[in-house]
Nanobody
Framework: QVQLVESGGGLVQAGGSLRLSCAASRRTPSNNVMGWFRQAPGKEREFIGALTWSGITTKYADSVKGRFTISTDNAKNTVYLQMNSLKPEDTAVYHC???????????????WGQGTQVTVSS
């Protein structure tokens, strides 16, 4: 089992930035990939991006390319989501997830954090 704990959410004005963190209890072959998803009220869970712990393989949703960046600190077993130029439509609960290959399908990530709320005011 792998436990994931997100932090760093909050309220920010449009155009601002936030950095989310996701600490993993351990790294195993079953969680070689870390992903970020978000879910707004009344909407389906949406893929943001994912990468391997090595950083070699990455994938981003078109909606966040150029604004959001995922990175890792392997020594801390932590993955980050840097969000810049935030928009009100980025308001959602943000979840990190762990799996074993880079993809954009939530169902293929077996491990999930509880989520952290991000609210962007206009």
């Amino acid at each position: 089992q792998v436990q994931l704990v997100e932090s760093g959410g909050g309220l920010v004005q449009a155009g601002g930035s936030l950095r989310l963190s996701c600490a993993a209890s351990r790294r195993t072959p079953s969680n070689n990939v870390m992903g970020w998803f978000r879910q707004a009220p009344g909407k389906e869970r949406e893929f943001i991006g994912a990468l391997t712990w090595s950083g070699i393989t990455t994938k981003y949703a078109d909606s966040v390319k150029g604004r959001f960046t995922i990175s890792t600190d392997n020594a801390k077993n932590t993955v980050y989501l840097q969000m810049n130029s935030l928009k009100p439509e980025d308001t959602a609960v943000y979840h990190c997830a762990a799996g074993n290959y880079v993809n954009n399908e939530a169902r293929l990530y077996p491990y999930w954090g509880q989520g952290t709320q991000v609210t962007v005011s206009s």
